[in-house]
């Protein structure tokens, strides 16, 4: 089942940079959404959650739009230890886990 | 705190053999994932248990893999017998259950199974 689509990248991005992926769901029915970052043969790490329109945390910005069904990740001011593959996993509010989508790659460069 | 606890951290097998992974939840956490990682591929969930009930366990192939919670506490994940295409990281994952910051799920280091 395909419930979560991202662009697998790579995102090559300077230091300093912007950069923003998107993460699309197929389930109408996901209430919260949740973006792990994954290093290299790492597991992933919870980075940021989103229960409602969106979070902010630091130089990250996770924004909801329920109406077209993706979820955005905003890096600004990018660092050389912002590389990683960035996954999204959306979540039912009954208590049911979905998949999570493939990753995107972001290559943050000197 | 103490994270999510998996053993072993790797293994190599032959195909046709059997192998079993196990997973140690962070305390006081409900919910217990098993998920494949196969490489370039995000995780794959297997199955999702509630304390010692099962969830959703969908995607989990039942004529070679299975899994069991005892007691709502640890898990085990096993193959039987295993195939080339198993080869892939298995990641157990925690999370209190529940909605909202319920559902965030702490991951452990996961098991890297080679079938040869």
């Known amino acids: 089942r395909k419930e979560v689509e991202q662009d697998p990248g790579p995102f090559n991005v300077p230091e300093g940079a912007t950069v923003a992926f998107n993460c699309t769901y197929s389930?109408?029915?996901?209430?919260?959404f949740f973006w792990y970052r994954q290093d290299c043969r790492k597991e992933p790490k919870l980075l940021m959650s989103?229960?409602?329109s969106g979070n902010e945390d630091g130089r990250f910005t996770a924004q909801l739009n329920r109406a077209s069904q993706y979820i955005s990740l905003l890096i600004r001011d990018s660092k050389l230890s912002d590389s990683a593959t960035y996954l999204c996993?959306?979540?039912?509010?009954?208590?049911?886990?979905?998949?999570f989508g493939k990753g995107t790659s972001l290559l943050v460069t000197p | 705190e103490a994270g999510v606890a998996q053993s072993p951290r790797y293994k190599i097998i032959e195909k046709r053999q059997s192998v079993a992974f196990w997973c140690n939840p962070i305390s006081g956490h409900a919910t217990l994932y098993w998920y494949q990682q196969i490489l370039g591929q995000g995780p794959k969930l297997l199955i999702q248990?509630?304390?010692?009930?099962?969830?959703?366990d969908s995607q989990l192939p039942k004529d070679r893999f299975s899994a069991e919670r005892l007691k709502g506490v640890d898990s085990t994940l096993k193959i039987q017998p295993a195939k080339l295409e198993d080869s892939a990281v298995y990641l157990c994952?925690?999370?209190?259950?529940?909605?909202?910051?319920?559902?965030?799920?702490?991951f452990g280091p996961g098991t890297r199974l080679t079938v040869l």
């Open positions: 994952a925690s999370s209190l259950g529940g909605r909202l910051a319920g559902a965030e799920q702490f």
């Open positions: 389930n109408s029915a996901s209430q919260s």
């Open positions: 996993v959306p979540y039912k509010d009954s208590g049911y886990a979905l998949n």
């Open positions: 248990f509630q304390n010692n009930g099962v969830v959703d």
């Open positions: 989103v229960y409602s």
